[in-house]
């Protein structure tokens, strides 16, 4: 191989990759931000300017809600994980759930993002099967550890501690 040819292979090698890392900086790495330095604005569907996941944007579309079921016997998803009455979670959180069933606007330009369950900590699924909101915590300076992760076929869980334990949200209650 000449000086010339290894050049222009060098060359084409990096191309590739310059390439493969604009497409991964533009597609996102599916990653979950924990932190942020915007505060919700009451009555604002954006931070910063930027559109509302989840409103008129385009943006990922919330789990479908619960599905009835013929009898008023709620079964969780996953006999491991506790449950939690919805009426038991703070106001902050069914007003999170309230907008998931309305699909925004969301305070925060992160919710409705993929969450990944890296530490299989709810039942496995596909990438793309739970998606992740914020829940307002009073006095935070960002956005807390509070958060209702949802399901493409309707369960929601609730965890105060940044994913570190999960309850199921039974909404019956």
Not at 63 to 85: F, Q, R, Y
Not at 98 to 125: C, M
Request: with cysteine; net charge positive.
């Amino acid at each position: 191989m000449t000086s010339r040819n290894r050049l222009i292979a060098v060359v084409a090698v990096l191309c590739c990759a310059v390439v493969a890392a604009a497409v991964y900086a533009l597609l996102g790495t599916g990653k979950t931000a924990t932190t942020s330095s915007h505060s919700p604005k009451a009555g604002a569907g954006t931070t910063s300017g930027a559109p509302a996941v989840g409103g008129s944007s385009g943006g990922p579309k919330p789990s479908a809600p619960p599905k009835p079921s013929g009898s008023s016997t709620w079964v969780p998803t996953n006999s491991a994980i506790a449950d939690v009455c919805r009426s038991k979670l703070p106001t902050q959180a069914r007003d999170t759930l309230g907008l998931i069933a309305k699909g925004g606007p969301y305070p925060y330009r992160t919710d409705g993002v993929v969450f990944e369950n890296r530490e299989s900590r709810l039942p496995r699924h596909s990438n793309g099967y739970y998606h992740e909101y914020t829940v307002v915590t009073p006095g935070s300076g960002d956005r807390g550890t509070r958060r209702v992760v949802t399901g493409t076929d309707g369960e929601q869980y609730w965890t105060d501690d940044h994913y570190g334990t999960f309850q199921e949200i039974d909404s019956r209650c």
